[in-house]
């Protein structure tokens, strides 16, 4: 594996206000979950936020809304924030994470600054339903060929720890490998007291054995550790880096902490490791 790593940083820009059931997700206004919530970060905050990720060496900063996907107002608030980050902030990849979105919708993003777009199949197919109802799978799925359709990189993955079989993870790596993304995001469920699934973390040893796996199914695609890493793995995440990972997401996440970026970089040194420049790199 490349010993250099990326580091991506997310920013929530708009929060808490979903109205689907996804039963692992604290964004869902039905579980009550004890977060924030807001419509619309004053862009001004989320630019800074952008600065500061670039200076902790991010080369690439996620504008994340809560809901099912993009309406009018979304899209053009997605499209001034992505716009303001580009005219503030150099050498940042921009992604965006706003649910279902259709082939125009997401020109309609690219042509304002966005340069990849984050939709996650989080399951398999057949495991789906048991984790939301609300809407379907095929939807998301849909939803990632709408994004290569647009011109965007892709970036999808998942979720482990829900209560799926071996054969659904399987079945998830297949169904993320058919897409080609440029990159994956994997996630290890955080559980919450409000939420409906069982409060249980998925053990380190399994967790590393997913990334290997991952790694033999996707081939050179990114793979980034995401949601989950500080639970899953504690103070030996460097080994997520030995089982196949090359990205990292640093600082916080949607609604959960995460370990401070300058602790991350000297875990990267020390493990002999180079943090990559731009997501260019290869």
Known sequence: MSRKIFLCAISNISSGHCLEDCRFCTQSVRYGADISRYYHKPIETIVEEAKRARERKAAGFCLVTAGRGIDEKTLRFVCETAEAVKKEVAGLALIACNGTASVEQLTILKEHGIDSYNHNLETSETFYPQIC??????????????????????????????????????????????????????????????????????????????????????????????????????????????AGADAIVIGDYLTTRGKEPTRDHRMLQAHGYEIAGSCHEQ
């Open 133 to 242: 109802t609300t809407h379907s799978w095929k939807e998301r799925y849909e939803t990632c060929e709408n994004v290569k359709k647009a011109g965007l990189k892709l970036c999808t993955g998942g979720i482990f720890g829900l209560g799926e079989s071996m054969e659904d993870r399987l079945l998830l790596l297949e169904s993320i490998r058919s897409l080609d993304p440029a990159s994956v995001p994997i996630n290890f469920y955080h559980p919450n007291t409000a939420l409906p699934l069982e409060k249980k973390t998925v053990p380190a040893k399994e967790a590393l054995k997913m990334i290997r796996i991952a790694r033999e199914v996707l081939g050179e695609r990114r793979i980034m550790v995401a949601g989950g890493r500080e639970i899953t793995f504690g103070d030996e995440d460097y080994r997520i880096f030995e």
